[in-house]
């Protein structure tokens, strides 16, 4: 199956500091989807950016589909922001398969 | 639109017993799938349903099972509950088949919450 993973594991931030979070994946892929897991648990939809560029606020992403990665930027960031990341993928069928995370904590 | 609901939301079983975890779909979705989050293995996916026919099928025991029913809301059901199954339990819910690129979205709901002792 398709491999993925995602750096850095732990990111330590100062309010108002950019950060670069990456995926790599192994295979060709129909999704590629980022999220942001609460303390509650729920998968927030970040991103749907199977390729392409795309914008949200303060959060844009970048899939380069043909070099099989992609990369979550966060600019501004704020304690609000603290939270595990996910990137998920997926081939033909509907599964994702998901990275292990990159655990974010900004500090004031 | 109301999102994906989960039922319950938090739930302790002792092992041996059995239990079933309920999901609503958004509105309109028809694929179903449920994933396991546990500290040790991270998400791992567990089934889909498209149609109340289970369409794809991750690597667990027969003891985890599933369903779909005609208005799209599925349940799992995992028998002989072992420690080891303990984790938060996401159902998440798209649109159209898989296929069709523009229609893979998944939408996650909170997620049940299951501890074995």
């Known amino acids: 199956g398709i491999q993925v993973e995602q750096s850095p594991p732990d990111l330590i931030l100062q309010e108002g500091a950019n950060s670069t979070l990456r995926c790599n994946f192994s295979?060709?892929?129909?999704?590629l989807q980022w999220f942001h897991q609460n303390p509650w648990g729920q998968l927030i939809n970040l991103f749907y950016?199977?390729?392409g560029t795309k914008q949200n606020g303060r959060l844009s992403a970048t899939t380069v589909a043909t070099e099989r990665y992609s990369l979550l930027y966060i600019s501004s960031s704020q304690t609000t922001d603290s939270g595990v990341y996910f990137c998920?993928?997926?081939?033909?069928?509907?599964?994702?398969?998901f990275g292990t995370g990159t655990r974010l904590q900004v500090t004031l | 639109k109301a999102g994906v609901t989960q039922t319950p939301r938090y739930l302790i079983k002792t092992r041996g017993q059995q239990v079933t975890l309920s999901c609503s779909p958004i509105?309109?979705?028809?694929?179903v799938s449920w994933y396991q989050q546990t500290p040790g293995q991270g998400l791992q996916f567990l089934f889909e349903?498209?149609?109340?026919?289970?369409?794809n099928k991750g690597n667990f025991p027969g003891r985890f099972s599933g369903r779909q029913f005609s208005n799209s809301r599925s349940e799992m059901n995992v028998s002989t509950l072992e420690l080891g199954d303990s984790a938060l339990y996401l159902c998440?819910?798209?649109?159209?088949?898989?296929?069709?690129?523009?229609?893979?979205?998944?939408?996650f709901g909170p997620g049940t919450r299951l501890t074995v002792l």
């Open positions: 998440a819910s798209s649109l159209d088949p898989a296929g069709v690129k523009a229609y893979n979205e998944q939408f």
């Open positions: 295979d060709s892929v129909n999704n």
């Open positions: 950016i199977p390729s």
């Open positions: 998920a993928v997926a081939g033909t069928a509907s599964k994702l398969t």
């Open positions: 509105s309109g979705h028809r694929s």
């Open positions: 349903y498209f149609s109340e026919t289970q369409r």
